[in-house]
């Protein structure tokens, strides 16, 4: 009795990984989007706006990322975002920009769009060297 119950959960812990893996697909996907909102964001408002998105696709790639790499953007993105709390706990994968849906002054607005560029940068170089390592 106890032999199958071992065998189904060696089994799920052995295929888990392999299934929520972030793959070829979804990593181009993302390199074409992070490329496209970094050409196609000329106003700061519109940079601000699409901080979140950033946001977003890097935390889709960070378990990708090499412990450097991850901690580099870790110590880039946390005093640009805020940490959510859901009953006085983070969430899994809980940060949004504090910039967001916000009227902003001057200064604020030039660090946000700051932020903006660094952060899109940093992704798009990530991009590129996964992607120049698969053509060799």
Not at 21 to 26: K, R
Not at 53 to 64: C, H, K, Q
Request: glycine letters at 6%.
């Amino acid at each position: 009795m106890n032999f199958p119950i071992y065998t189904v959960c060696l089994a799920l812990l052995l295929l888990g990984p392999m299934c929520s893996a972030y793959s070829d697909q979804e990593r181009q996907a993302d390199r074409l989007r992070v490329a496209q909102i970094m050409q196609s964001s000329y106003d700061d408002n519109t940079k601000i706006n699409r901080i979140q998105e950033l946001l977003n696709i890097y935390r889709r790639m960070s378990p990708s990322l090499s412990p450097e790499d991850r901690d580099r953007l870790d110590n880039l993105i946390k005093p640009h975002t805020e940490e959510l709390l859901i009953d006085g706990v983070p969430s899994q994968g809980g940060r949004k920009s504090k910039y967001a849906m916000k009227i902003l002054g001057p200064a604020v607005k030039s660090v946000a769009t700051g932020f903006f560029e660094q952060l899109g940068a940093s992704i798009a170089s990530l991009f590129e060297r996964w992607f120049s390592y698969d053509k060799n």
